[in-house]
Nanobody
Framework: QVELVETGGGGVQSGGSLRLSCASN????????MGWYRQAPGKQRELVAKVESDGSTNYADFVKGRFTISRDFAENTVSLQMNTLTPEDTAVYYC?????????????WGQGTQVTVSS
């Protein structure tokens, strides 16, 4: 079994910055993508950013130029630096990983960390 443990998050004023980090615990064969999703109240969970196994990145349009994702392939961790935050960024942020355990591919989620941006 693999566990994704998130740190960071909290409250910040509009225009401020936060950094989220996620570490994976457990054994797996291959980790494809690792990244972040978010879910605001009353809305569906949406992709924020992710890093593929080849190092390529995928950002949601609403965070381009403000957020930066980084992945440590050796440590199996991923971080999200969030700058110029706005109240619209308020949501629960979830770490996500696509990986293979004993030949079976699956999607794994962290427990979520709250980000609250006040105006």
């Amino acid at each position: 079994q693999v566990e994704l443990v998130e740190t960071g998050g909290g409250g910040v004023q509009s225009g401020g910055s936060l950094r989220l980090s996620c570490a994976s615990n457990g054994r797996f064969s291959i980790m494809y993508s690792m990244g972040w999703y978010r879910q605001a109240p009353g809305k569906q969970r949406e992709l924020v950013a992710k890093v593929e196994s080849d190092g390529s990145t995928n950002y949601a349009d609403f965070v381009k130029g403000r957020f930066t994702i980084s992945r440590d392939f050796a440590e199996n961790t991923v971080s999200l630096q969030m700058n110029t935050l706005t109240p619209e960024d308020t949501a629960v942020y979830y770490c996500n990983a696509e990986l293979i355990i004993r030949g079976i591919q699956g999607t794994y989620w962290g427990q979520g960390t709250q980000v609250t941006v006040s105006s």
